[in-house]
């Protein structure tokens, strides 16, 4: 029998909501069927916890007296953009810091920051009529600031391929550390534990859809950056390639700074793990069953790395089963395979969703408005001439 | 006859003393000098590869601290602080020897013994939560 959401949160209200995680469920489907199952599960929580680049925070200061409209802003020596206004400002997650380089950037900032720690704000203007103050140096902490919301224009891909390196050198990547001569293969997913994995077609994430977000309660906001639905997908409609992604917002100052953490990799950069937990209600079978998903089930391919022009070759298909089992064999060589998203922690998040929504501390928000299907991705064509 | 890789911390005082020699003569210890550190005058950071027979080894460490020098045995060059990890299992990607690997909940275990010292989790780590010993 269908459910709707308002259903599932009379239930939550009442304590009564059967919830699980995503793992836990697969169990409960197989020994009930899926007709059984959805009618007995009420939500499905979901979660990840893996470096996302694609993040940052806006923060407004508050005004000093005399005023300042900062125009060149840095904390704990990481560049801030000045391009808002006067005290807004949007702190990159990728930003590396002035002194102490990708060891420390912007994710650390938000970090520091989500632990109440002081940060140093310096800021520096021409000087207006009405905003004089040219220079502004002082500590801040999240308490003093108006607003700290995280935005993070990418998050959650839905899923991603696996790395591979067939170079006789040894490369430093986003990926992790690639060693030569096809010496090992790193992957980041959660899995069947993944948010967008277990809503492929993504029938209840939406514009609007409350989630679990550093410790606090946020919401997807918009479709994520490179938002790609008309990837490549399997028969069911699980995506084998990289496929959708979430916008996402939520208030720093709800949030834990053990589910926000400054990332640093190799040669690379500076990235940031994100935990995010999103639930499934379990409207129909339908959506059971795609809850029911296993890693042996789900799909990517292992891309070579050391080759960036025209893209990664692809080497091979293999399923999630596989990358988990510690090895992966590639035209007969056996090759260690390295998880690089923490499965650990994000077993903590769809665990705590779980027990937000089974006290009736969190409920679920319907989408005001879902997301477009067979949306493709656009390259940058690089156009000669200096002006048009 | 065993081995053992120890890391010694002396204080200004105990410097200049003859310890080589004393472990040497006295203990019947032989031993190599796999890393030094000495910290403006300050303080001196010694690992040490020592070799003998285990009642030598014990009573040249007793020598050792009587003489003011901290002793501390380690098997890794490296160490992994717990409270920084969070188990993404990017270190393991580079551990050749599996000293570094994921046990069945994926959690980090480190199976400190079976260190090569290559020290490439260090700069693997994206907590930098592994530290090189000294
Ligand atoms: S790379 Fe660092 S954080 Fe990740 S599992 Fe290894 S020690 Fe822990
Ligand atoms: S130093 Fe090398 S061998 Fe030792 S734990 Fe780190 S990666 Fe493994």
Known sequence: MAKTYQEINEKIAKGEAVVVTAEEVIDIVKKRGVKEAADYVDVVTTATFGPMCSSGAFLNFGHSDPPIRMAEITLNGVVASGGLAAVDTYLGATQPSNDRGIEYGGAHVINDLIAGKEVHLVAKSP?????????????????????????????????????????????????GILQPNMGNITYSTAGELSPLLNDPLLKTIGMGTRIFLGGAQGYVSWMGTQFNTACERDEKGYPTTPGATLALIGNMKEMNPAYIRGAVYEKYGTSMFVGVGI??????EEMMSFVSVENKDLHTNVLDYSVSKGGHPTLKKVSYAELRSGSVDINGKIIKTSPMSSLKVAREIALELNHWIKKGKFFLQEPIQTFPIGNALKGLEIKEGESR | MITKKILLSFPKVATGKPMAMELIKTYNLDFSILKALIDDNIKGTLLLEIRGE?????????????????????????????????????CTAVCAVNALEMDENWSLIHHEDKCLECMLCVKACPMRAIHAVM
């Not at chain 1, 002082?138 to 790395?163: I, K």
């Not at chain 1, 639930?279 to 129909?284: D, K, R, W």
């Not at chain 2, 009587?66 to 409270?83: A, C, F, L, P, R």
């Open chain 1, 127 to 175: 000087g207006t009529d009405c905003y004089p103050r040219k220079e502004i140096d002082t500590w801040v902490t999240l308490a003093d600031l108006n607003e700290a919301y995280l935005f993070n224009p990418r998050n959650c891909y839905q899923n991603y391929n696996a790395a591979i390196n067939t170079s006789s050198k040894r490369i430093y990547t986003y990926m």
């Open chain 1, 279 to 284: 639930p499934i209600p379990i409207l129909n």
């Open chain 2, 54 to 90: 285990a009642n030598d080894l014990n009573a040249g460490i007793v020598f050792l601290r009587e003489n003011q020098i901290g002793v501390k045995e380690v098997q890794s060059m490296v160490v992994v602080d717990e409270k920084k990890c969070i188990s993404c299992g990017a």
